[in-house]
T-cell receptor
Framework: EPEVTQTPSHQVTQMGQEVILRCVPISNHLYFYWYRQILGQKVEFLVSFYNNEISEKSEIFDDQFSVERPDGSNFTLKIRSTKLEDSAMYFC???????????FGEGSRLTVL | GENVEQHPSTLSVQEGDSAVIKCTYSDSASNYFPWYKQELGKRPQLIIDIRSNVGEKKDQRIAVTLNKTAKHFSLHITETQPEDSAVYFCAASSTDSWGKFQFGAGTQVVVTP
């Protein structure tokens, strides 16, 4: 069964460093998303992406965050200058069509020291 | 914006008993309500969903009910089994903002044999 895959599974970084989290959505999917979950808290929407553009973003997704689809398969989330409060599990998700099921990846745990 | 409240935060049931998890939402524009199951260290997986033109939906031992007037929806698991132990998340979304889910805080369900 096709899956959304994410790398790395765990990344430890120093505050102020740039981090790139990578996602490979399911191959024929067109709509892509990033969510995050701070330990013990809700899963929170960050951004949706379609047709090489951001469709929507939350208040969390400030200028420190960016997303890109650099080629036909990867979808990346970049955090320019990490803060302690960016420590969380980041989930990528994709769907093949509007109103279709969202398929989540297994997450990338980011720890900022 | 949308706010989703979920109760209880933990639920312990004996194998074979039923489990009920309740969620409320605030935005009357929300019209899609998925439920996700997340086992420890794994990705959230959709187990059932309901759209606002339906009051109830059932899939084997799992059912979801929706009361649009009261803005609440519930997950019912009957004949619980140990493999039902997981964290369950409700979410709400509008088809106008597909994939921009507002999640509840999650319910840790423990099924004891």
């Amino acid at each position: 069964e096709p899956e959304v895959t994410q790398t790395p599974s765990h990344q430890v970084t120093q505050m102020g460093q740039e981090v790139i989290l990578r996602c490979v959505p399911i191959s024929n999917h067109l709509y892509f998303y990033w969510y995050r979950q701070i330990l013990g808290q809700k899963v929170e929407f960050l951004v949706s992406f379609y047709n090489n553009e951001i469709s929507e973003k939350s208040e969390i997704f400030d200028d420190q965050f960016s997303v890109e689809r650099p080629d036909g398969s990867n979808f990346t989330l970049k955090i320019r200058s990490t803060k302690l409060e960016d420590s969380a599990m980041y989930f990528c998700a994709s769907t093949g069509f509007l109103t279709g099921e969202l398929f989540f990846g297994e997450g990338s745990r980011l720890t900022v020291l | 914006g949308e706010n989703v409240e979920q109760h209880p935060s933990t639920l312990s049931v004996q194998e074979g008993d039923s489990a009920v998890i309740k969620c409320t939402y605030s935005d009357s524009a929300s019209n899609y309500f998925p439920w996700y199951k997340q086992e420890l260290g794994k990705r959230p997986q959709l187990i059932i969903d309901i759209r606002s033109n339906v009051g109830e939906k059932k899939d084997q031992r799992i059912a979801v009910t929706l009361n649009k007037t009261a803005k609440h929806f519930s997950l019912h698991i009957t004949e619980t089994q140990p493999e039902d132990s997981a964290v369950y998340f409700c979410a709400a979304s509008s088809t106008d903002s597909w994939g921009k889910f507002q999640f509840g805080a999650g319910t840790q369900v423990v099924v004891t044999p």
